[in-house]
């Protein structure tokens, strides 16, 4: 554990991508993770405390000093990257084995679970960001289609299972982008899709880890 760096991550409590990196962070037990939540991240800000670093202003990202690299700093951006080096750091827990089929399987499942976070998020900004009078509604139910046809696919995924001592990457993913939608897309009535019955029978599993606890989502 010395050999660890020093980790601050720029984030948000009501940010998904934030919040999958963050429950991660718990799963590997990295409970040094520093939290900055000084960024703000909307469409229409032009600078961000963390401008400097990160040029196009979006959260999570992730400082990194100290540890292997001495005392060189590096800032890491995009959640799947920070979530892939977080494991790494931690001894490859959440994720099967480097060049395993199951390894790109357990990512495909989080590419999905991102998939259908950008869809809300997108449903979130069109439909309380910009004004009521320019709301398109197309868009609205072009992306509220994207949340309906994705959640039968992420049923059918093999999810991992919620009493694991280390819940994969995958299973993190797919909670949080569920969580999501009950924020921004409730309308999608998800849990009456194909597969979503036993979909929230998994997910409401994934909240009784102590990692889903520890967690600040926005409650």
Not at 14 to 23: D, E, R
Not at 194 to 210: D, P
Request: glycine share 6%; net charge neutral; with cysteine.
């Amino acid at each position: 554990m010395s050999l660890l760096p020093s980790l601050r991550l720029y984030t948000s409590n009501a940010s998904p991508f934030c919040l999958k990196v963050m429950m991660l962070a718990q799963e590997l037990g990295l409970t040094s993770l520093e939290l900055d939540y000084s960024v703000k991240a909307f469409p229409t800000t032009t600078h961000t405390p963390h401008s400097h670093l990160v040029p196009h202003g979006k959260i999570p990202a992730l400082v990194v000093a100290g540890g292997r690299s001495g005392t060189r700093e590096t800032v890491l951006y995009g959640s799947e990257n920070i979530c892939a080096y977080l494991d790494e750091i931690a001894g490859g827990k959440a994720l099967p084995p480097h060049g395993s089929l199951e390894r790109f399987e357990a990512l495909t499942t989080e590419a999905l679970a991102s998939a259908i976070k950008d869809a809300a998020l997108a449903l979130r900004y069109e439909r309380l960001e910009r004004p009521k009078e320019l709301l398109w509604q197309d868009w609205v139910t072009g992306q509220l289609s994207k949340v309906t046809r994705s959640i039968p696919v992420l049923a059918k995924r093999q999810l991992p299972d919620p009493a694991a001592e280390v819940l994969g990457l995958d299973g993190i993913a797919a909670a949080v982008a569920l969580w999501y939608v009950d924020r921004r897309a409730a309308d999608s009535n998800w849990r009456e899709l194909e597969g979503g019955k036993e979909l929230n029978e998994w997910f409401e599993r994934v909240k009784e880890r102590s990692s889903w606890q520890a967690t600040p989502f926005v409650r």
